[in-house]
């Protein structure tokens, strides 16, 4: 098998019972298959249930693609397919797929129904996203850092925006490799502060006191999928929040910007930002298919 050994639990649904050692493990596992371009038989004969309420175009090609370059398949349940929760209670579809399967991954509006699926199936069972997290997302975030400053420890990364599930991720990992987190929300869209005093993060209302002199700034969408209703009363509470060139002329001069796609340009950032010379948005989004191998490996090998 490629990949180490990780003391952790079955299941990826958030880095809450994570220790450094497993997560740094994990990554170099992944920035060794990015480097060798692993293709392999690790996973031949095995089924990975991509089970997604939610889109996505990262999230299912590189898990579809990742089980096919070791080997694997990937079987796509959307929700109409299945209806999770409506036509079938999680427990039920948990109890099904634990004996078709080798695994589950997720994509879904609730957390709890990932947290279900974990306590119910007998197989590893990955968050590809919840309202709650994001992992696949923060792994790849940090190889994308380790390939433009070598390591994690002292960096300081920005997020400006909203307080959503990819920053919940990012402030619960950010300890365990010595990142430094430095947040800028507007009010009423904080993230759990809880995350923010474990770690140790600067927080503000201010975009541009959490940017200034920062290694990294990053952003997402002021509208994910599920709050298009509040779309124009996000629109007025994220004035002022935009990344553009104005707010990237704060980092340190080798200073990146971090996007984890889908990009609204003309809300939350610019089409300059984005395709702009300090950008490593695509990287990161290449980085999802490594870390995907590297995860798969782990939970199902």
């Known amino acids: 098998m490629v990949g180490d050994a990780l003391t952790r639990p079955k299941d990826l649904l958030d880095f809450s019972a994570h220790d450094r050692q497993g997560v740094e493990a994990l990554l170099t596992s992944a920035e060794r298959l990015k480097r060798e371009r692993y293709r392999g038989e690790d996973l031949k004969g095995k089924v990975l249930a991509l089970l997604f309420e939610k889109p996505s175009l990262r999230t299912r090609t590189t898990l579809e693609v990742a089980?096919?370059?070791l080997g694997g398949h990937a079987v796509y349940l959307d929700q109409k397919q299945v209806g999770i929760g409506e036509r079938e209670?999680?427990?039920?579809?948990?109890k099904n797929l634990e004996r078709f399967v080798e695994g589950i991954a997720a994509r879904v509006y609730r957390h709890e129904t990932v947290e279900?699926?974990?306590r119910h199936a007998r197989v590893p069972v990955i968050n590809a996203l919840s309202d709650r997290a994001h992992p696949l997302q923060a792994l790849a975030d940090l190889?994308?850092?380790k390939e433009a400053f070598g390591g994690w420890e002292g960096l300081e990364?920005?997020?400006?925006?909203?307080?959503n599930n990819v920053l919940n991720s990012l402030l619960e990992v950010?300890?365990?490799v010595g990142?430094?987190?430095?947040v800028a929300t507007?009010?009423?869209?904080?993230?759990?502060?809880?995350?923010?005093?474990?770690?140790g993060a600067l927080f503000t209302h201010n975009p541009k006191e959490a940017v200034l002199g920062a290694h990294a700034l990053y952003t997402d969408v002021w509208t994910s999928m599920g709050q298009e209703a509040e779309r124009e009363r996000r629109l007025q509470d994220f004035h002022g929040f935009q990344v553009n060139g104005e707010l990237l002329k704060l980092l340190r001069p080798e200073g990146i910007f971090l996007h984890c796609l889908p990009a609204h340009y003309g809300e939350e950032t610019t089409e300059e930002a984005v395709h702009g010379p300090r950008s490593r948005v695509f990287d990161q989004a290449e980085n999802r298919l490594h870390t995907a191998k590297a995860v798969l490996l782990r939970l199902l090998s």
Request: glycine share 6%.
């Open 157 to 163: 990364v920005a997020w400006v925006g909203d307080g």
């Open 174 to 176: 950010a300890p365990l």
């Open 143 to 145: 190889l994308t850092l």
């Open 89 to 94: 209670p999680v427990r039920d579809i948990a």
């Open 186 to 199: 507007p009010r009423g869209y904080e993230p759990d502060p809880t995350l923010v005093e474990k770690a």
């Open 67 to 69: 089980m096919l370059r």
């Open 179 to 182: 990142l430094r987190m430095r």
């Open 116 to 118: 279900e699926l974990a």
